[in-house]
């Protein structure tokens, strides 16, 4: 294989820097007959999608066909590094395959009967069988597993938790018991609480959280992934819910209220991360949209691109462009950092050490 060549300035270093791909790694020492592939702008570590659905569609599961084309969509975006919050769909062979995104999987999402979006999820009867279910779904992932935390409840009328405290306290012990982090899809307030006093990694969503919950979380050191282009989504949510008034109600709340409850989030000094929830209400190949959206609430250009790449990438035990490491790289003919839209329209994208654009 021929020996590959960039040079421009690498973030988050801020430097002018050559770099070598050989097999597939970075080199950082010269290498001769190289073919330079990126010479003046700017190189940052693969782009990751922290809260991304392969093999989810609108209406619901999709085959392995339609999931790799949501794969390739993202990868020409510049997500190299994908962590599947949850999917129906054995996505395992896409795994497998050199020229799409490094995909972590979460198994399948765990919830109650009646208590999340028909199809998708493993539907648990009784609430006391959630731990053995995070073992199970823990050994059909990669190190993360998805809990519902909450949804509507239809009797109540608005949404409510899944899950008893001391149950969670067990589920979330025995799946880092099992070597897996876990991580839950919350929108209101009512079950968070419990889900990072059990000790939970990571939050999705988060737009119930209060001064108190960001506070214990922070303290905590909890992850937040906001997805907040797919927050968006709230207000046609509530729309379609005329059954449900209360409910309804309390999204347009919750969505009122987003970006002020990530930006205090944001400025407690929670790890935030970049996720777009792509598959279902939002497309894929959004991430440049999720970043855009980031700095719009807080982040500091740097910091809302670190979210998207070197620092996602260390959360989630993936190198950056050091030397021996995987060549997943996005280069940009701007300076991200002050022109953002620039994430939109990658000049160059290396996965595996491979040119895909």
Known sequence: MTALHLRGIVLPEDEPRDLWVVNGRI????????????????????????????????????DLAEAVRQAETDRDTGALLIRDCGSPTDTRPLQERLDLPRIIRAGRHLARPKRYIPHLGVEIEDPADLPAAVVAQAAEGDGWVKLVGDWIDRAAGDLAPLWPDDVLVTAIDAAHQAGARVTAHVFGEDALPGLINAGIDCIEHGTGLSPDTIEHMARRGTALVPTLINIENFLGIADSASKYPVYAKHMRVLHARARETVSSAVEAGIPVYAGTDAGGGVNHGQLAEEIIALTEVGLDPVTAIGAASWQARQWLGWPSLTEGAPADLVGYAADPRLEPAALRDPARILLRGRVVR
Do not use: S
Not at 31 to 55: E, K, R, S
């Open 27 to 62: 080199r950082t020492v010269p290498v001769g007959n190289a073919q330079t592939v990126f010479d003046g702008g700017y190189l940052v570590p693969g782009l990751v999608d922290a809260h991304c659905h392969i093999g989810i569609g609108p209406n619901g599961p999709v």
